[in-house]
């Protein structure tokens, strides 16, 4: 049974850099049937993508994090991070990780089938 | 972006009710449509996937439909645990979008 566990300072200071780290466990990072995402939620608020990688390395990030975003994989270790960097108020929210999961029916479908219980973050001075 | 638009924001029902959600894409995603069960203080769970498959586990009264840029997600006689905020999410393309949210509250 694969688990998903994100860790990492619960208070970062306004410029900061936000650093998580996602340890999964139960089965191998670095399968070809899955890729790594990170998603945030707004207290009372929706969720919101923020990037994606592949075991390759390769990565996507929403436009939206104007380039403050870098999510990087350690397959040695079995986690991949995320770095979010001059933070803000606005950057406050419960930060979720999950494994994206690819499934055919007629077509390749992808979906965020295993997610991890989330952390919250505030941005503070 | 492909926005995403969530139908109502919320609603109250009563046990065993058939409840609809519809979800509104700003362009054609084909059947790539996902539906998310969330409860307070907990992750998101996957519900359904490719607009109208049901993820192994869970209960067979939900189900999906639609194609192109409208979509349902539907509960039928409507449990306790239901109670919860719903959200569809898109895997057209990239950046990922999901819809703002249905909650679903008890009448």
């Known amino acids: 049974q694969v688990q998903l566990q994100e860790s990492g300072p619960g208070l970062v200071k306004p410029s900061q850099t936000l650093s998580l780290t996602c340890s999964v466990s139960?089965?191998?990072?670095?399968?070809?049937?899955?890729?790594w995402s990170w998603v945030r939620q707004p207290a009372g608020k929706g969720l919101e993508w923020i990037g994606r990688?592949?075991?390759?390395?390769?990565?996507n990030y929403s436009p939206s994090l104007t380039g403050r975003a870098t999510i990087s994989v350690d397959t040695s270790r079995n986690q991949f991070s995320l770095n979010l960097t001059s933070v803000t108020a606005a950057d406050t929210a419960v930060y979720y990780c999950?494994?994206?999961?690819?499934?055919?029916?007629?077509?390749?479908?992808?979906?965020?089938?295993?997610w991890g219980p989330g952390t919250m973050v505030r941005v503070s001075s | 972006d492909i926005q995403m638009t969530q139908s109502p924001s919320s609603l109250s029902a009563s046990i065993g009710d058939r409840v609809t959600v519809i979800c509104r894409a700003s362009?054609?995603?084909?059947?790539?449509l996902n539906w998310y069960q969330q409860k307070p203080g907990k992750a998101p769970k996957l519900l359904i996937y490719?607009?109208?498959t049901l993820q192994s586990g869970v209960p067979s009264r939900f189900s999906g439909g639609g194609s192109g840029t409208d979509f349902t997600l539907s509960i039928r006689t409507l449990q306790p645990e239901d109670f919860a905020t719903y959200y569809c999410?898109?895997?057209?393309?990239?950046?990922?979008?999901f819809g703002g949210g249905t909650k679903v509250e008890i009448k």
């Open positions: 999950a494994r994206v999961v690819q499934r055919y029916t007629t077509a390749w479908h992808y979906a965020l089938d295993i």
């Open positions: 139960g089965g191998p990072i670095n399968s070809r049937t899955y890729y």
């Open positions: 990688i592949f075991a390759s390395g390769t990565t």
């Open positions: 362009e054609n995603i084909n059947n790539r």
């Open positions: 490719a607009a109208s």
């Open positions: 999410q898109q895997s057209s393309s990239i950046p990922l979008t």
